[in-house]
Nanobody, 119 residues
Framework: QVQVVESGGGLVQPGGSLRLSCAVSGSSFTINRMGWHRQAPGNQRELVARITSNGDTYHADSVKGRFTISIDDAKNTVYIQMNSLKPEDTAVYYC?????????????WGQGTQVTVSS
């Protein structure tokens, strides 16, 4: 019954910006940690950034200083602001939500959203 839905992907020129959103919906859950991962063709899925419920953040070296993860607890939504985008940022971006429900602690994935950085 938990749903994780990403939005905000699209085509952007090098140097441009995008903001991705990931909304978690359902009943009786608590967010422990949420993060963004990406996967380019032929590559392994890599962690881009993540944020814990207490606000601690991690950003991969490849995006540090350009991307910023944040969370809106009231909306159960995590964002990643992506600035100074480069062609190598092109990938499918996936949202991951580590949640606690009355029954278990589980990890949920969104379907992914395509980000393409190209002229």
């Amino acid at each position: 019954q938990v749903q994780v839905v990403e939005s905000g992907g699209g085509l952007v020129q090098p140097g441009g910006s995008l903001r991705l959103s990931c909304a978690v919906s359902g009943s009786s859950f608590t967010i422990n940690r949420m993060g963004w991962h990406r996967q380019a063709p032929g590559n392994q899925r890599e962690l881009v950034a993540r944020i814990t419920s207490n606000g601690d953040t991690y950003h991969a070296d490849s995006v540090k200083g350009r991307f910023t993860i944040s969370i809106d607890d009231a909306k159960n939504t995590v964002y990643i602001q992506m600035n100074s985008l480069k062609p190598e940022d092109t990938a499918v971006y996936y949202c991951n939500a580590d949640l606690t429900t009355p029954y278990s602690r589980s990890s949920y994935w969104g379907q992914g959203t395509q980000v393409t950085v190209s002229s």
